[in-house]
Every structure is written in C-alpha cells, then in structure tokens.
C-alpha cells in the first residue's frame, strides 16, 4: 500500500507523470535532476524514495526504466462511528473520504467508519482510526468484521465460528470475548486509516518514528501483512528472515494459499517492495523457499530472485538447506529406467539479499558470532533436519536454520523481522539470541502457538548462552 509522500516527493513524482505521458518515455535521472535544480545523487535518491513507496518502478539497468505505478485513491462515503455495544452513530451528511485504490477489493461497495474505543488495539486499531470496510454478509475465521446483535447493537471485532453460535473476539488482552447465537454481518475491515495526531500508545521499547507515531518491538502481531507492515517505519529493520507461503494450496486459517500464480507474484512483489523500504542501508533478507512439486515445477526461486533484483535489492548469496531426508523417499518416477525419472527435492533455498549496501553498519562490541560458527555457517550449504515439533502448522522452520541465519546476518540487539511468522521460530531465536523482534501472522491459531512458545522461552532464559544444541 502506497504510503505518504512529502511535498518534494509528490513535486517529483508529478513531474515523471508529466514527463512520461508527454513524451511515452520516462525522464533520465539527468533530466530530474535539472528539474530539480539539484545533483544527479539527489535525483537517484528521490527515485529510490518513490520506488520504496510503490510509487515507481524501476527495470535496472535500463535507460529511462523508471514508470509510475499507477496507484490513485478513491472516494468512499464515511458512514459514522462503531464503538462496541452501540449502534452505529452516522454521520447525518456522509463525507466522502479518499483512499488508496489498493486498500479496496477489486469489486463490492465499501464504507468507512471512525472507530471509537480500544477492543481491537492488539490489531493496531485504535480509538480515533478510520477502518475501510468492504460490505458483506459472510466472513471467514478471524476476520475483522462489523456485525450486528441484539439488532441493533453494532460491533467491530474478530468473528470465529463455535459450535452454538459465534465467538466475537476483541483484540485486547484485557477484555473478553463475546459469545452469541445469531447475528448480522455488515462488513468486513479491509485497512485502517490511522489517526497519528490523537494516538499515544503505551510503549517503553518502541522504535521512535516521530513524536506521535511509535511502533511497539518485540510483539506477536495477528493481521495482514501489508497492512501491519505499512505501520513499520523506514529502515528500522536490521535482517528480515521469511517463508512465504508458497502457493501450493496448503491449510492456512484466513490465506487463500491457491491463487493464480502471478497474482500470487503480484501479492508477494508488494511485501518485497515494504520489506525494503522496512530495512536498514545494509539490512538482510533471507528468504527461504522451496523447490515446488516434482511434476509441475515452477521456477519459483528464479521468479523471486529477478522480483527483488527488479526492485533494486542486491542479490547476495543463496545458501543450500539440505534436509537430509533422501531416505524417505518414496516418488521415484520411472524407477530404474530414464524413461521419466523424478528427481526429489531434498533442499531448500534460502536467498540473501541486501538493501543498498552489503555493509551493516554496528557496535563490534554486539558481534556475537563464535570463531567456530563463523566458520561453520560461511560453508554455504547447510545440513540441518526439517523441523519435527510441528505445532499444528504445515511448514515450521527448525530453529537451528534461524538460528545460524541471526547470528551469521545480525548484531546484538538488532530487530529481526518475520512477516509470515507463523508458529513464531524467528520470534523465539531472535528472543534467545537477544535480538528484538517483529512477527507477523494472520492466523490467530499459528500466532497463539507463536505466543506459548515465546512464553516458555522467557521461563528458560538463559537457556541460550548456550549455543552448542544449534550449531
Ligand atoms: C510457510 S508459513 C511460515 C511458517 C513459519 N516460518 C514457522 O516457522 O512457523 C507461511 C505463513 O504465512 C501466513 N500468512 C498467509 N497469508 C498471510 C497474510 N496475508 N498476512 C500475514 N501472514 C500470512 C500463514 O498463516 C503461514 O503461517
């Protein structure tokens, strides 16, 4: 989701539209820059800004590669207010309210109500925010949704189906949930329009981003991953370590893990694109991927590798996990005959990229790196076991995996991010080696195991000085 521009941004970005539309080529970094009256390093860095934004993209090294991406905002009616128990307060004349095109779905009436109250804050909902609402009347598990009980009592809360009814969960720890037999769906919440000015968010460890807007490290957090990723601040992140999920159908609560496969690469280009903008100059993204199945391969990594490259990440290394499972096997294609072998994978990908620089910057005191890891982990191919302890989740990375990867790309005290955090094994590492954390998942269920999980890794410390179990 395209996120503010500053006045000079939007000055620059007008004048590539201009330029583009006149000329049906884009302006060369020279030509900005004359533009601008500034060196060309101004030019190059405004670009980079707008890319990092979803405003542009840029084809490298092409001349004039630069388009814009065609975002816009809409006009959607702001209906009134919700706050929970009360029927919604509209708003006599309703007020169109502007919005990105890419918060909406692609088909459906949607609304906007102001939020009053603090059920949903664990969700980055707070009181004063706009919540963008698509109007409908079914919704799946732990969706955000408006809902109507009692007939006339509106609500805003998570709905789950139970056996006798429905569950409606606030997202605050400190209230309870509801528990009804019957009620309406009015909507469910696509985005939030946060309300910056009037937030004060209880935080101690929060990385400053301005004097009001703040973004609380070291939580599990349940929800989209553009949409909690867009509250990230820029270059705040030190490595980024992630398995997306991969398109081949699997049981995720609220993730339609089947979609047409580019609109899958389409979904997952917008997370690479924020996954930049989130990390440091010299920041690290290892992405771990699968090969896919034996009959229907899809070069996924190769698909992935030319999406960051695209959008100006530097191609680092790729390391070989090597699952030793070969002795499983049990697809063996035409066997003994070379009429149509199989060949299976027994690896996975993990592919490292750099923002910018391959430096990272940080205190030599923080480097917790042993002589003997280091040497062991910068052998590129890695023999490590699937993960056994699968807690209900299809594809838990082993912690031995993340382990190597946090201590060999980070510092003490750098803040380590999974976006598809899943049963949260990069939250628990990062927690172990002293690294602050952000987990994103949007499946409750996976981010409840995430949470017992870090629990019990909060009872042990010091577990982890030692760190022999995960060489
Ligand atoms: C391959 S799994 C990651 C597993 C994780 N590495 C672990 O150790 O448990 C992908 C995860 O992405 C989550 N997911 C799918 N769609 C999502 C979305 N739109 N926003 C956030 N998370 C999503 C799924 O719930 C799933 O847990």
Redesign the pocket.
Known sequence: MPTHLTPKQKKVLDFIKKFTSKNNYSPSFREIAKYLKKPLSSAQHFVEELQNKGYLQKEENVARGISPIETGNVDIPLLGYIAAGEPIEAISNPEPLSVPKTMLSKNGLHYALKVKGDSMIDENIYDGDTVVIRRQETATNGQKVIVLINGSEATLKKIYKEKNGFRLQPANSSMKPIFVRDLIIQGRVLGVLPNYEDRTRPSTEGVQISAQKQFELDRIITG??LEVMAQIPDSSIHLAV?????NVGKN??N?NDHMDYQEYLNWLEKVWRETKRVLAPGGRFALNIAPTGIKDFVPIHHDFTNQMRKIGMKFRTEILWYKQTMLKRTAWGSFKSPANPHIVPSWEYVLVFTKEKDRLDGDPKNADITKEEFMNFSDGFWKISPETQRNG?P???PEKLIYRLIKFYSYKNNTVL?????????AVVAYKTKRHFVH????EE?NDVAQKRLNKAKNLLPLFSNSQGLL
């Open positions: 989209d991953v992630t398995s997306p999920p991969y995720y609560d993730h989740h594809a838990p990375f999974d976006m598809f955090g899943g049963t949260g094994t990069v994103i998942d949007i499946s996976y």
